[in-house]
């Protein structure tokens, strides 16, 4: 699944351009039992298997002896609500692990002792970690200068200053008797300058006021 999402859209652009290089690891290419099996039985007897830690140490420890890691991450429900600014910060980073939490649950210890920040992408279970991934992957990618062609846009994104974007429109200026707001097309660019913060504004207060409270 993982391997299909990042080979289309802004994740396969920016590989292509060698601006990002994204690395897909099998925990079952890490394992040292003869059916290459990564779960077991839970302590405690539990319903269901459980990840092991060994598979996921070894992948760990062996990435980890061909370069640094900024951060290990486990996505997972539990974790910090991923947003803007933790995918800023993740833009400048070199180098991120991003474990795939899975239904099946991972021995505790990995948590305990391999991970460093635990995100989710919101308040509802998936089945697996990959769409969370590949939503942080996306986020953080297209940070990267060069990997958007209009580097200006990443900044004017939604979020960026905790304000939604303003509206944008294009040509026809009229459709159906549906008109783009006058002062886009003044020419007055200050004054257009101008419309776009209110606008921000506006919609900010009007769809997402908690944004706003969280300015920082
Ligand atoms: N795994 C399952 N649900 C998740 C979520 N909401 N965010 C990140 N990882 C998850």
Same mark, same amino acid.
């Not at 990840?51 to 539990?78: C, F, H």
């Not at 910060?89 to 939490?101: H, P, R, T």
């Given at each position: 699944?993982?391997?299909?999402?990042?080979?289309? %859209?802004? /994740?396969?652009?920016?590989?292509?351009?060698? /601006?990002?290089?994204?690395?897909?690891?099998?925990?079952?290419?890490?394992?040292?039992?003869?059916?290459?099996?990564?779960? =077991?039985?839970?302590? +405690?007897?539990?319903?269901?298997?459980? #990840?092991?830690?060994?598979?996921?140490?070894?992948?760990?420890?062996?990435?980890?002896?061909?370069?640094?890691?900024?951060?290990? #991450? !486990?996505? %997972?429900?539990?974790?910090?609500?991923?947003?803007?600014?933790?995918?800023?910060?993740?833009?400048?980073?070199?180098?991120?692990?991003?474990?795939?939490?899975? !239904?099946? +649950? #991972?021995?505790?210890?990995?948590?305990?002792?391999?991970?460093?920040?635990?995100? %989710? #992408?919101?308040? !509802?279970? /998936?089945?697996?970690?990959?769409?969370?991934?590949?939503?942080?992957?996306?986020?953080?990618?297209?940070?990267?200068?060069?990997?958007?062609?209009?580097?200006?846009?990443?900044?004017?994104?939604?979020? *960026? =200053?905790?304000?939604? $974007?303003?509206?944008?429109?294009?040509?026809?200026?009229? !459709?159906?008797?549906?008109?783009?707001?006058?002062?886009?097309?003044?020419?007055? *660019?200050?004054?257009?300058?101008?419309?776009?913060? *209110?606008? $921000?504004?506006?919609?900010?207060?009007?769809?997402?006021?908690?944004?706003?409270?969280?300015?920082?």
């Amino acid at each position: 699944m993982f391997t299909g999402l990042i080979d289309c %859209s802004i /994740l396969k652009r920016a590989q292509d351009k060698g /601006l990002v290089e994204i690395h897909i690891h099998n925990l079952r290419d890490y394992t040292t039992n003869k059916h290459r099996n990564v779960d =077991d039985y839970p302590f +405690g007897g539990e319903a269901g298997m459980v #990840i092991q830690i060994e598979p996921i140490d070894n992948a760990i420890t062996s990435l980890k002896q061909q370069r640094m890691y900024d951060e290990v #991450i !486990y996505t %997972s429900p539990d974790g910090e609500v991923f947003n803007q600014k933790i995918a800023n910060q993740m833009s400048s980073y070199e180098n991120i692990i991003i474990l795939c939490g899975h !239904y099946k +649950g #991972i021995d505790y210890r990995v948590r305990e002792h391999l991970i460093t920040r635990e995100i %989710s #992408i919101g308040d !509802y279970v /998936l089945t697996g970690g990959e769409l969370a991934a590949a939503v942080m992957a996306d986020a953080v990618v297209r940070l990267i200068p060069g990997a958007i062609g209009d580097e200006q846009s990443a900044l004017s994104d939604s979020f *960026q =200053d905790n304000l939604l $974007a303003p509206p944008v429109y294009t040509r026809p200026a009229e !459709y159906k008797g549906w008109r783009v707001p006058d002062i886009l097309l003044s020419g007055h *660019q200050a004054n257009i300058d101008e419309w776009k913060l *209110q606008q $921000a504004m506006e919609r900010t207060e009007r769809l997402r006021p908690d944004l706003l409270e969280n300015k920082d």
